[in-house]
């Protein structure tokens, strides 16, 4: 049974760094496509950073430059550190897994969700 369990979150001020982490358990596919999510209050599901099994990433453009996706392989734990937070960062953000390499932008494509870690900017 795959898990994942995010971690990580919490409350920092405008301009801090968190790092987020989403442990992942149950599966041994050789092709997939992990990403991070968010989702804020009254807002839809948006994709904020995607990574494959070759190690392609990706970032939805307003975090570019602040948040990095990486994955450790051998633990299968999938990080996001993100840099120079700002308010509008502020969100569940969720971990996802899609059992094959194609990865998307669509929260749809994804077979498995962790539970969400709370993050919390403040100007």
């Known amino acids: 049974q795959v898990q994942l369990v995010e971690s990580g979150g919490g409350s920092v001020q405008s301009g801090g760094s968190l790092r987020l982490s989403c442990a992942a358990s149950?599966?041994?596919?050789?092709?997939?496509?992990m990403a991070w999510f968010r989702q804020a209050r009254g807002k839809e599901r948006e994709g904020v950073a995607l990574?494959?099994?070759?190690?392609?990433?990706a970032y939805v453009e307003s975090v570019k430059g602040r948040f990095t996706i990486s994955q450790e392989d051998a633990k299968k734990i999938l990080y996001l550190q993100m840099n120079s937070l700002k308010p509008e960062d502020t969100a569940m953000y969720y971990c996802?897994?899609?059992?094959?390499?194609?990865?998307?932008?669509?929260?749809?494509?994804?077979?498995?969700w962790g539970q969400g870690t709370q993050v919390t900017v403040s100007s």
């Open positions: 149950g599966y041994s596919y050789s092709s997939w496509c």
């Open positions: 996802a897994l899609r059992t094959s390499g194609y990865c998307s932008w669509s929260s749809s494509w994804y077979n498995y």
């Open positions: 990574i494959d099994d070759y190690g392609n990433t």
